[in-house]
């Protein structure tokens, strides 16, 4: 089986997170059946951008690395105190254990900002949030990211995007590389995609 671990920082947008929920349950379901996805936060109730809260099933104190094949990161609300967990040493740290260990990180939006910070993305390519004058992208260079002005960027382990709309594909990119090309497709189609 094929877990992904599903980093939430306080803050962190509903639909962002809820795009791996169900792409990988889908599989799990009706797909190849292979994978799973567990949640993990600073403190067990985490609180969403538009205030919705979750229970998690560990804490950052909590998490082995080595139980996970991938590490999903949905983005979030700077008005929602989205950086004060998401650049947290802790949260830092699992980034680094997952790229250390070679293994799939999928981010969406600003969640690429986190992997700048933890030194993940130093001298590789990677995107984030595209509007507003750029201000997202420039901190991402500023992390010395090359950044891409493109909607997605893969860059070895490490999948980045752009905004919301991108969400989907990148689950779906994860699903992919967690198990293979033609299940992704068949998982897309039952989801009517």
Known sequence: MKKVLLLLANGFEIFEASVFVDVIGWNYIDGDKSTQLFTCGRTKEVN????????VDCTFDE???????????????????????????????IIREFNKKGKIIASICVAALPLG????????????????????QKQLKDFGVEVINQPIVIDQNIITSWNPSTAMEVAFLLLERLTNKENKEAVRELMGY
């Open 48 to 55: 969403s951008t538009f205030n919705q809260k979750i229970i």
């Open 63 to 93: 998490v082995n690395i080595d139980n996970y094949d991938a590490l999903a990161i949905p983005g979030g609300f700077i008005e929602y105190d989205f950086y004060n967990d998401a650049y947290n040493e802790q949260f830092l740290e």
């Open 117 to 136: 910070k933890s030194g993940v993305l130093k001298g590789r390519k990677g995107t984030t949030y595209n509007k507003r004058s750029g201000i997202m």
